[in-house]
């Protein structure tokens, strides 16, 4: 049985977001399976961004004296795509943040998980503090609302315009990931008329 045709998805993320930790490891299980042949793009959104309630304000023209959540992650990972390593350090973060549970607002920690993926320590501090850094966040975030109204992560972007919210209730075991990657491609890429699937939650019960 020979390999699929490549589907290629942008993925809008924020690191900050357990379900786009889920999401990636779902995708990085279906593409090393080799039964699913998978491009993904990351994209940049905010979440900080879409929560705050300032008109005019946003994450990527705040004064860096301003402590602002999720921006050094954003910062660092643009960084590490300037020096050809954004794949492996992306992963890390992600890792460092929902596996770890470190704080990746912390400069200290997302430095050391650059150091570990091998970055250059110094061009990362040079390209960090560079004004142009969040530029790539910025065009991505607006891209997103504008042309497709994205509103959360992890949301999918299909060739073809489609767009999925996806949140993953738990990690999938890798056995079964292209079994779950295949159901989801199912109704959010291939079935339009199916706009929103949410689970109720049972109550709890009272004794």
């Not at 969040?134 to 042309?147: E, F, I, N, R």
């Amino acid at each position: 049985m020979g390999v699929a045709e490549a589907l290629k998805v942008d993925v809008f993320f924020d690191y900050l977001c357990p379900f786009v930790y889920r999401a990636s490891e779902l995708l990085g299980a279906v593409q090393r399976s080799g039964r699913r042949d998978i491009e993904v793009r990351w994209r940049y959104f905010s979440l900080t961004q879409v929560n705050s309630k300032d008109d005019g304000w946003t994450v990527w023209t705040a004064p860096r004296s301003e402590a602002v959540r999720g921006r050094v992650a954003f910062a660092a990972a643009e960084a590490s795509r300037r020096q050809g390593r954004f794949e492996g350090f992306h992963r890390a973060l992600l890792a460092a943040r929902h596996r770890e549970r470190l704080d990746i607002d912390d400069r200290d920690v997302v430095e050391k998980v650059a150091r570990g993926q091998g970055l250059d320590m110094k061009q990362l501090g040079i390209d960090m503090a560079d004004a142009a850094i969040l530029g790539p966040l910025a065009s991505d975030h607006t891209q997103a609302v504008a042309d497709h109204g994205i509103f959360g992560t992890p949301t999918l972007v299909f060739a073809d315009g489609a767009s999925a919210y996806v949140r993953l209730a738990e990690d999938v075991a890798t056995g079964e990931s292209l079994e779950v990657f295949e159901r989801l491609i199912a109704v959010a890429a291939s079935e339009p008329r199916i706009l929103e699937i949410k689970r109720p939650r049972k109550p709890a019960l009272s004794l």
